[in-house]
């Protein structure tokens, strides 16, 4: 079965332009997180889909990140326009409903790089 | 917020020796969790912790949950070249019928054949 895939892996723009992550969670799994990890600091929470619907969305930084999650499969991340401070790891995570976060599986990631 | 203090940030290990690192935090977490993340990879959970004081573990790897939920340590024993990586410890918070992970900065753990 396949895990959680995140495209791409690794994303170089400039500052001011569009940039959007996308991740496939786990086939049948409701819950899909979006967390990112600014270099050296802690991996940090940014929302919640329980399938299209956004169940939390309190860590999205400010309204240039715009997720979605269209028919409550894969979802989107779009960082528009994007800034130095936007550079880190995003990762996705997925689990089935109901199931406690200790059953989230995470993605590899995308490295993005604001230059 | 939330904030939970890893340390150490980093260590340098040779091969066989005994690891220690550890998490506070200022406030109490039902569950806590240790992650592992390998270069190019996404984080993959090592133990669960649910209980207070409870002693877990998953082959060379030994944590606990501390008495005031408010801490944890993760040791790794007879350390291999593969144990290479970033550890995490994570809490789980439950807000308003959502939950999420508060992570630590990490420990950047590196073994000397």
Request: with cysteine.
């Given at each position: 079965e396949a895990g959680v895939t995140?495209?791409?892996?690794?994303?170089?723009?400039?500052?001011?332009?569009?940039?959007?992550?996308?991740?496939?969670?786990?086939?049948?799994?409701?819950?899909?997180?979006?967390?990112?990890?600014?270099?050296?600091?802690?991996i940090k929470f940014l929302l919640h889909f329980v399938k299209e619907s956004k169940q939390d969305e309190s860590g999205m930084p400010?309204?240039?990140?715009?997720?979605?999650?269209?028919?409550?499969?894969?979802?989107?991340?779009?960082?528009?326009?994007?800034?130095?401070?936007?550079?880190?790891?995003?990762?996705?995570?997925?689990?089935?409903?109901?199931r406690m976060n200790t059953e989230a599986f995470f993605g590899q990631g995308t490295r993005l790089t604001v230059v | 917020?939330?904030?939970?203090?890893?340390?150490?940030?980093?260590?340098?290990?040779?091969?066989?020796?005994?690891?220690?690192?550890?998490?506070?935090?200022?406030?109490?977490?039902n569950t806590w969790l240790w992650y592992k993340q390998d270069p190019g990879e996404g984080p993959v959970l090592l133990i669960a912790l649910y209980k207070a004081g409870e002693l877990t573990s998953n082959g060379r790897l030994t944590a606990q949950f501390g008495i005031t939920r408010k801490d944890s340590f993760l040791n790794i024993s007879a350390s291999i070249p593969s144990d290479v990586g970033i550890y995490f410890c994570a809490g789980v918070l439950t807000q308003g019928g959502s939950e999420k992970l508060v992570f630590g900065k990490g420990t950047k753990l590196t073994v000397n054949p």
């Amino acid at each position: 079965e396949a895990g959680v895939t995140q495209f791409p892996s690794h994303s170089v723009i400039e500052k001011g332009q569009t940039v959007t992550l996308r991740c496939d969670p786990i086939s049948g799994h409701d819950n899909l997180y979006w967390y990112r990890r600014v270099m050296g600091k802690e991996i940090k929470f940014l929302l919640h889909f329980v399938k299209e619907s956004k169940q939390d969305e309190s860590g999205m930084p400010n309204n240039r990140f715009l997720a979605e999650r269209t028919g409550g499969t894969y979802s989107t991340l779009k960082v528009q326009p994007a800034e130095l401070e936007d550079s880190g790891v995003y990762f996705c995570a997925s689990s089935l409903l109901g199931r406690m976060n200790t059953e989230a599986f995470f993605g590899q990631g995308t490295r993005l790089t604001v230059v | 917020g939330q904030q939970l203090n890893q340390s150490p940030q980093s260590m340098f290990i040779q091969e066989g020796e005994d690891v220690s690192m550890n998490c506070t935090s200022s406030s109490i977490f039902n569950t806590w969790l240790w992650y592992k993340q390998d270069p190019g990879e996404g984080p993959v959970l090592l133990i669960a912790l649910y209980k207070a004081g409870e002693l877990t573990s998953n082959g060379r790897l030994t944590a606990q949950f501390g008495i005031t939920r408010k801490d944890s340590f993760l040791n790794i024993s007879a350390s291999i070249p593969s144990d290479v990586g970033i550890y995490f410890c994570a809490g789980v918070l439950t807000q308003g019928g959502s939950e999420k992970l508060v992570f630590g900065k990490g420990t950047k753990l590196t073994v000397n054949p």
